[in-house]
């Protein structure tokens, strides 16, 4: 008897421990149940009749018929923008890993972007060459920097009256920009958990076993981004990591059904961005982040045959921090080409400071990827993939899919990373734009250029070239196409500090 009544105690101790262990859903609400009841409809209403007009149903196998538009594989060069309530100074984690400790609340209430001006950012990012912008509108912390319906935690209802969204959508189109947001509010039931939750195991030590996301906090979060796609008509919608969790999938699945449609309905091809094995491959664009330490170990994008996008960092930090310094713009220009080559598109990241300014360092860098595209953008957008991605030392993002560090020692998941890298002269990138070939010399020569591949006898291309021109220089070159290499002279004046491009024409 004894025995059985001290099983019966531990199996009432372990029941109440798993109850205590289950994550309390902080996610912030309306207090009245009625607006709230109201305004969930009213996105369940648009999400289910988008995906029973549209062609895409909620399937992985519907959703495989998905075609990247061109619009974004010819752009390949965006901007990823995270501000908010992050950049203040206030005790605890920002991303709220501390357990939900931060006080994200004060926080939120003392943060007021008063000189963010999206005309200037959109027209400082347009003469920069972006091409699109990817604004972070709600961060783990669930602060919404657009109107939500949903949460009295937005810049609409707190201190800044503003909503910074829609700032930002009218003023990026209004310069010829694509428009696109992200939402990082997935990760929130593990980061603000209370009692506070592990992170999620990465992705190769497989799906995990519970606690996941219950449904009232799945529904939410549901309703919250498809008011983001109803109200702003995002072309970009970028996810973080926590999509990958099982729980996620039918979300997943009834999300990107519902986007592809509504989108079809207002003749704007989209984008939808994901990382790790979160949605199977033709389904959406993948994302692979730098900086992300192990994490982004598991599998690297080379010479892709699907197109993709590397989100890099202009600095140390995705936030604004008080001794922040941009890497050089020479090295993230270099990036940018190694990307492009292998089929993908480079985003990088900037920060703009509590105030919503960008800086004088941070603008300086942005002018200077500006002067660099003034130049060579015709070797960057429009391009596709060549025969080969390069040819050179140095690797950059590895093509053999083994690993997502550069075969370079001082390479972006490197925890030492400073933003240099030990590219050669003799590291080339090549793209091709009809049937133009762009062959761009990494580092400034100081001799003679030689590329192996475009040898007579090349087992690449042996094509015969006809003409060679430098972008951005009106002077002749000189050049001879060998039986092991062309070799091209080092011109006498670089119309550029980095990455020569060559445009190259073969015999038709």
């Known amino acids: 008897m004894a025995r059985k009544i001290t099983f019966v105690l531990l199996g009432l101790f372990l029941s109440f421990r798993l109850l205590q262990a289950q994550p309390k859903q902080i996610l912030p609400y309306w207090n009245c149940p009625e607006e709230k009841s109201k305004n969930a409809q009213k996105m369940d209403d648009a999400m289910n009749q988008a995906i029973a007009k549209g062609s895409f149903k909620p399937s992985w196998e519907s959703l495989k018929s998905y075609k990247v ?11 990823f923008m995270h ?5 203040l100074n206030f005790p605890g984690k920002a991303d709220g890993s501390d357990g939900g400790k931060t006080d994200y609340k004060s926080r939120a209430n003392a943060f007021k972007g008063g000189k963010f001006d999206a005309g200037n950012w959109s027209k400082l990012l347009a003469k920069a060459g972006v091409k699109y912008i990817l604004q972070v509108i709600e961060h783990h912390d669930a602060y919404a920097l657009y109107n939500s319906s949903f949460t009295p935690l937005s810049a609409v209802k707190m201190a800044p009256r503003r909503d910074f969204a829609l700032e930002m959508s009218k003023a990026a189109r209004k310069e010829g920009l694509f428009y696109g947001v992200s939402s990082h509010t997935e990760e929130h039931w593990w980061f603000y958990a209370n009692p506070p939750q592990k992170t ?3 992705p190769q030590a497989g799906r995990p076993a519970p606690p996941q996301p219950d449904k009232e906090f799945l529904d939410t979060w549901q309703r919250r981004i498809t008011e983001m796609v109803e109200k702003y008509k995002p072309q970009i919608f970028y996810f973080d990591w926590c999509i990958e969790q099982p729980a996620y999938e039918p979300y997943m699945q009834r999300f990107a059904s519902y986007y592809y449609n509504r989108s079809a309905e207002w003749k704007r091809e989209v984008v939808l961005n994901y990382k790790y094995n979160a949605l199977p491959q033709g389904t959406a664009v993948k994302a692979i982040s730098v900086y992300s330490g192990q994490r982004a170990a598991w599998e690297t994008q080379g010479a892709s045959p699907l197109p993709w996008q590397f989100d890099g960092m202009s600095s140390t930090a995705w936030f604004w921090k008080p001794n922040i310094r941009p890497y050089p713009a020479g090295n993230l220009i270099c990036d940018m080409v ?3 080559s292998k089929n993908g598109n480079y985003v990088m990241n900037i920060t703009p400071d509590p105030d919503g300014l960008p800086g004088p360092e941070q ?4 002018q200077e990827i500006g002067q660099w595209m003034s130049v060579n953008g015709e070797a960057i957008y429009g391009t596709r993939p060549w025969t080969i991605f390069g040819e050179g030392p140095n690797h950059g993002m590895n093509p053999t899919f083994s690993g997502v560090a550069a075969q370079n020692p001082l390479s972006p998941n490197n925890p030492n990373y400073s933003g240099q890298n030990n590219y050669t002269s003799q590291d080339i990138r090549f793209v091709k734009k009809g049937d133009v070939l762009y062959a761009m010399v990494i580092a400034i020569p ?3 250029i030689r590329i192996t591949s475009l040898g007579k006898s090349s087992q690449v291309s042996g094509k015969k070239i006809t003409s060679i021109a430098l972008l951005g220089s009106s002077e002749p070159l000189k050049w001879k196409q060998e039986n092991d290499a062309l070799v091209i002279e080092k011109p006498s004046m670089m119309p550029c500090n980095f990455v020569l491009a060559f445009k190259i024409g073969f015999v038709k």
């Open 363 to 366: 603008e300086k860098l942005l």
């Open 83 to 87: 501000w908010g309530p992050e950049t």
């Open 446 to 448: 100081t001799s003679d």
């Open 338 to 340: 190694d990307v492009v």
């Open 69 to 79: 538009p061109d619009w974004y594989r010819d752009a390949k060069f965006g901007i």
């Open 200 to 202: 999620p195991p990465a």
